[in-house]
């Protein structure tokens, strides 16, 4: 008879985001995230739901935060197996460790491979963070219970790792297949995956339920497995209702204000009230033209998550200077070309300073 296991990971509940505005709103849509992965394993009839680490932030979430989650397990009633992460890794004063647990979820609690048998030829394998970093856990692993091995782990795919990404508990496809595993459920990445070699897939990353950082690649889901005659099958289930879009708004040559912002409103046409939207204003601007970053928010953020925006704008006539045949216009122009955010002002003292003005407060 197949068994189906719903897999979750890099839920975040509780995390705080710095790129933009809304932060609460997008803290409840994360909790909403989680309820809806909790309703797909009921809905599929999952025998278990597995938590590839990562799921609330250690530093942040308190007795609120436990309540939500374990009400969610209890909800669910069927196994939980959680392999913890390094934003809550398993400590003695963690949510983990509380007293009102639910009886039938399960934490890999040590940085150590443990293993759950969930049916006469399928075995669960967990790897637990804990404060200290854990190494490879794969190194010198050695799976060997007979029928299908799934091991949960939160880790880093060392050879697929996003440009910018902390590593943690490092591995490779090829380590997971010398230690015997069938397939590596994991978390620590934001954007789903599924790695295949000749034998089926290897490893797989859920991705965040809803998106984190702005530049995410990949899915933002769970996945749902059907383990059936030694096969797995794997589903990609999408779960995010949110979006983090980055848009560039060209305003060059715009001649007055109500240009600027018909030309904001036209980028942002399809955008609504989930997305939460970073946009760079530039180009040359027509000089007194006011790219003011108060009224454009007022004006065309109001049906958005959150609307924030980087002014990288110049007046047309830097662009002019800039292609002078002297010292003033390599200046100006090595700045216009710089993504410094105080390139800006430096315009002005430049320009000014070639001029012979005083630099008024």
Known sequence: MPTTIVHT???????????????????????????????LALARHADALTVGGDLYEAERAGPATARRIFTA??????????????????ASRSLY???????????????????VPLGEMLTLYGFGHTPAEPGRPFAHASFDRPGVRIALVH????????????????????????AGATLALAGHYHGGSIVSDAAGPVLAYPGSPEPIKFGERG????????????????ETVPIARTRLIDLDVA??????????????EHALHGCGAHDYVRATLHGAVE?????????????????????????????????????????RGRAIAELLATDDPDAARALGFVASAFDGREIVA
Do not use: M, Q
């Open 9 to 39: 990971a890099d839920l975040h509940l509780e995390t705080v985001f710095p790129e933009v505005r809304g932060g609460s709103a997008r803290r409840e849509a994360l909790a909403a995230a989680f309820e809806r992965i909790v309703d």
């Open 73 to 90: 397990f209890a909800r669910f009633g069927k196994p939980v197996f959680v392999a913890p992460g390094n934003h809550d890794p398993f």
């Open 97 to 115: 460790a509380r007293d009102d647990r639910p009886a039938n979820v399960h934490v890999f609690a040590d940085a150590a491979w443990s293993a």
């Open 155 to 178: 880790g880093s795919d060392e050879d697929r790792c996003p440009p910018g990404k902390r590593t943690t508990a490092p591995f490779t496809a090829a380590e997971v297949r010398a």
């Open 219 to 234: 899915e933002h889901g769970a996945l749902v497995l059907t383990v059936h005659d030694g096969r797995i099958a794997i």
């Open 251 to 264: 305003l060059d040559a715009a001649t007055d204000e109500g240009a600027v912002i018909a030309r904001l």
């Open 287 to 327: 000089a007194g033209t006011r790219v003011d970053r108060a009224l454009l928010g007022e004006r065309c953020g109001a049906g958005l998550g959150a609307l924030d925006l980087i002014d990288r704008t110049v007046p047309a006539d830097y662009a002019a200077l800039a292609r002078e045949a002297n010292v």
